[in-house]
């Protein structure tokens, strides 16, 4: 981007990536714990023949540091407990960012003891199925590790937290079959506006489930079935039936799973929390076992290394991933000069394509923007369905300082350290903040509706992945699209046309109406997406 940049400033000064809170403690070499306290050579035999990870993790130790340096849970509790909270929040962001660029190296449990002398793979390895190789790891991996650092796939366009290119494809065999046709391919998708995400969707399930159990109180208190329409901020569910005995019939639920979560993140919408999301990628592509993904002193992927991040790691990663800027427009970076205006022209097709959007129904799925009353993120969640009742590793999280009495909250209307621009006459223009309405509450412009839809056959992946269907996607918010080539989960589509063209399914009418606009009605279009782009403001 050019055009009047010098008028504005970055208010942040750009210290985030090299400031080192004075709270953030060293790593200590006690803190990762080598098993058979040297690190170690790792040979095992299996039918294959001898392989080893040929890692002297001492030897290294003696010449390396760990890349990263870690925090703990109780130090962000502690900021918390004192009333610091704007202290707490700006702690875990500056952590959770050098978290998200961080090559890791073998000394902090970067990849993992993959098989045959290997640490990372682009491939899913079930067939290295013996002691301590991918297929025998602890959680069990469905891709990966394939990266050292978060932003080496997620970096496009040209800055952290974007999407992927086709290089940064995660190939995934989540059956441990080892069959290349029932493997399936993801693409790294942007991660501006997570925290949203989650913040809508955590009050639509409040909604869902507020109208089940009104159902269920009518019906008891009746003594006759009562049938409700479920609506959350304006979505239909479908309907739940609930009878006199308590108990409910879900199978007219639609586009969401019987207990009534929107899970928001990933394709098929199957994660409902950022911290989640964070757990497992650093899991599965980064080889980075978090305590709470393995437990305390397990080295449950076979590279020497244990407690690989810690759980104040995780919430710092969750915070910053959860404050990351809402996408914009070219039309609203023009406006404030972060680049060239827009021609008459430009404008006018932007203009158009938005009417031709809502008029051949792309809007019923992919509705433009949705509501949020209380626009302030907590990590853990207030809300019971948003954090873990246990760890995957089977921990008590309260046990170990995720207590939502001590939750870090920040709100999305005014908090987000990113694209805060000051100008020349001192006013500040939040353009990494969500927008509000009269009434204070947040606007958020994604162009989803959080729910899933079949897609239909053309789109079908070769397996069912989690249960939902092999075709079943969640609707993909198209904030930031005009800067996220390629498109779909695997990328197949190379243009926006390709992408609306491979509709199917519940969306095979709207592509029909597609498919019979003018070249000018289907070139407007196309502008009014690439009007939908992702910005960071460069670091100073």
């Known amino acids: ?60 130790g003696e010449v390396h540091q760990p890349a990263f340096e870690h925090i703990t849970q109780a130090e962000l509790n502690d900021l918390v407990a004192q009333g610091r909270m704007s202290e707490a929040f700006q702690v875990a962001f500056d952590v959770g960012d050098r978290l998200f660029e961080t090559s890791f190296n073998a000394l902090d449990g970067g990849g993992a003891n993959v098989g045959d002398g290997k640490r990372f793979t682009r491939v899913p390895r079930a067939d290295l199925d013996g002691p301590g190789q991918w297929a025998t790891h602890q959680p069990p991996r469905v891709t990966g590790p394939n990266a050292q650092s978060c932003n080496a796939c997620h970096n496009q366009p040209a800055f952290d937290d974007g999407a992927g290119t086709i290089a940064s494809n995660n190939v995934r065999d989540p059956f441990h079959t080892g069959n290349v046709r029932s493997f399936i391919t993801r693409q790294a998708p942007h991660l501006f506006g997570i925290g949203a995400k989650q913040r809508l969707a955590e009050e639509m399930t409040e909604e869902l489930q507020s109208i089940r159990d009104r159902a269920i109180t009518e019906a008891m208190s009746s003594g006759l079935s009562v049938t409700k329409q479920l609506v959350a901020k304006g979505v239909e569910f479908g309907f739940i039936t609930a009878r006199p005995d308590g108990s409910v019939d879900t199978s007219a639920i639609e ?87 827009l021609s008459p022209e430009e404008i006018a097709a932007i203009d158009r394509g938005a009417e031709v959007f809502d008029a051949i129904g792309c809007s019923t799925c992919h509705i433009p923007h949705l509501i949020i009353d209380n626009p302030v993120f907590s990590e853990p969640s207030q809300n019971p369905n948003y954090r873990d009742a246990v760890f995957p590793s089977g921990q008590d999280p309260i046990s170990a300082g995720v207590d939502p009495a001590l939750a870090i909250t920040f709100d999305l209307t005014r908090d987000q350290p990113d694209n805060r621009i000051e100008r020349d006459d001192g006013t500040i223009v939040r353009l990494g903040s969500f927008e509000t309405d009269e009434r204070g509450r947040a606007i958020i412009r994604l162009f989803s509706d959080l729910k899933r839809h079949d897609m239909g056959p053309g789109l079908a992946e070769p397996i069912d992945e989690v249960g939902t269907g092999a075709s079943v996607f969640m609707t993909t918010p198209l904030w930031g699209v005009g800067s996220t080539t390629p498109y779909l989960h695997d990328g197949r589509a190379t243009t926006l046309t390709e992408a609306i063209l491979e509709h199917g399914g519940e969306a095979a009418r709207a592509r029909g109406h597609f498919m019979t606009l003018s070249t000018a009605d289907k070139k407007a279009l196309i502008a009014f997406l690439n009007n939908l782009v992702l910005f960071k403001l460069p670091e100073e």
């Open 255 to 341: 586009g969401v799973d019987a207990d009534l979560v929107i899970r928001p993140i990933e394709w098929k919408g199957i994660t409902a929390s950022v911290r989640a999301f964070v757990r497992g990628a650093a899991h599965n592509e980064l080889g980075m076992q978090g305590v709470e993904m393995a437990g305390p002193d397990v080295d449950g992927d076979g590279d020497g290394v244990v407690n690989e991040l810690t759980v104040g790691d995780i919430t710092a990663l969750a915070v910053y991933q959860a404050a990351q800027p809402r996408p914009t427009t070219r039309r609203e970076l023009a406006e404030l000069g972060l680049m060239p205006p």
């Open 1 to 60: 981007m050019n055009g009047n940049t010098s008028c504005f400033m970055n208010s942040r000064g750009g210290q985030r990536k090299r400031t080192r809170w004075s709270r953030v403690r060293s790593w200590q070499p006690g803190r990762l714990v080598m098993r058979a306290g040297i690190g170690v050579t790792v040979l095992l035999i299996s039918g294959l023949g001898a392989w080893a990870l040929v890692t002297d993790l001492d030897l290294i």
